[in-house]
Nanobody, 118 residues
Framework: QGQLVESGGGLAQPGGSLKLSCVASGFTNSIYDMSWYRQAPGKERELVAAIFTTGSNSNYGDSVKGRFTISRDIVKKTVYLQMNSLRPEDTAVYYC???????????WGQGTQVTVSS
């Protein structure tokens, strides 16, 4: 099957911004939705944001609403996560994920580290 390749992680100061990108390639089935999850040390993986590939519906985890924005480019099969007003508690490994039709099978990227610290 295909692969997901994330980029854009790194170090940011509190109050700063980062933009993550994830390119999906090699999938033979259609993508149903694209999403970002994150996992901090000692914590469970949690949904950050998700967006459908048709229409414009998206949803966000409560902790990032109003600060993060998910978007996608269907032609490029790329999903983005614009992260503003970053907080130390946003520090985590961020994973890109897609679900494929018809069974909504989920695939994961390898993850990219985001560290928010002064």
């Amino acid at each position: 099957q295909g692969q997901l390749v994330e980029s854009g992680g790194g170090l940011a100061q509190p109050g700063g911004s980062l933009k993550l990108s994830c390119v999906a390639s090699g999938f033979t089935n259609s993508i149903y939705d694209m999403s970002w999850y994150r996992q901090a040390p000692g914590k469970e993986r949690e949904l950050v944001a998700a967006i459908f590939t048709t229409g414009s519906n998206s949803n966000y985890g409560d902790s990032v609403k109003g600060r993060f924005t998910i978007s996608r480019d269907i032609v490029k099969k790329t999903v983005y996560l614009q992260m503003n007003s970053l907080r130390p508690e946003d520090t985590a490994v961020y994973y890109c994920s897609v679900r494929l039709l018809p069974l909504l099978t989920r695939y994961w990227g390898q993850g990219t580290q985001v560290t928010v610290s002064s």
